[in-house]
């Protein structure tokens, strides 16, 4: 089965600063890679997601790179806030299937 | 839309109880997943169906779990009986048909259970 990998677990940036976090996986059919944000007692939310045949994708803020070669993709937050700490998951999904395998997810902490 | 609906929102209960968490996904949505969050071992994949069907339990803990889906919009997660290792976040999920290729499942806001 797959296996996701997400490092580091925790992050700590000053406001305004970028913050990078890694994820690699195991299963070479994995087709889509979702990174989710989870604030304190709530839902995880999807910010932004990537499919195989795409290299990169931005979104305001948030860049996401795929490196199928190497297995492994990141999340990029650039002009950091204070909103955007969290905890972050990033998961993938095995080509045909529906089942996200999760990293260990990132808590993040934007200080001021 | 509404969202994923999950009752009840927390739970407590003592250890030997029955325990029954309740997910309404959103309409229209035909797979419906459930997982668990603890800190420990983060968020796992219980079980998730695909039209009312379980296509995959391999993430159901023990024999003490089980999961159904009567209709399209409900599907039930029992705990019988309940252990203080399963106090833990339950979370459930659902995404419409992937035959637009889009696979965003939709979190409800989780029901939290205690078992003292």
């Known amino acids: 089965g797959e296996n996701v990998e997400q490092h580091p677990s925790t992050l700590s940036v000053q406001e305004g600063d970028s913050a990078v976090i890694k994820c690699t996986y195991s299963d070479s059919a994995s087709n889509y890679f979702p990174w989710y944000k989870q604030e304190l007692g709530k839902r995880p939310q999807l910010i932004i997601d990537?499919?195989?045949?795409?290299g990169e994708k931005k979104d305001q803020r948030i860049a996401v790179t795929l490196n199928k070669t190497a297995k492994h993709f990141s999340l990029h937050i650039t002009e950091t806030q204070p909103e955007d700490s969290a905890v972050y998951f990033c998961?993938?999904?095995?080509?045909?299937?529906?089942?996200?395998?999760f990293g260990t997810g990132t808590q993040l902490k934007v200080e001021l | 839309d509404a969202g994923v609906i999950q009752s009840p929102r927390h739970e407590v209960t003592e250890m030997g109880q029955e325990v029954t968490l309740r997910c309404k996904p959103i309409?229209?949505?035909?797979?419906l997943f459930w997982y668990r969050q603890t800190m420990m071992r983060g968020l796992e994949l219980l079980i998730y169906f695909n039209n009312n069907v379980p296509i995959d339990d391999s993430g159901m803990p023990e024999d003490r779990f089980s999961a159904k889906m009567p209709n399209a919009s409900f599907s039930t997660l029992k705990i019988q009986p309940s252990e203080p290792r399963d106090s833990a976040v339950y979370f459930c999920a659902s995404i419409p048909s992937l035959a637009g290729g889009h696979n965003e499942q939709f979190f409800g806001p989780g029901t939290r259970l205690t078992v003292l």
């Open positions: 309409s229209g949505h035909d797979y």
């Open positions: 998961a993938a999904i095995t080509g045909g299937g529906n089942k996200l395998t």
């Open positions: 990537i499919r195989s045949n795409v």
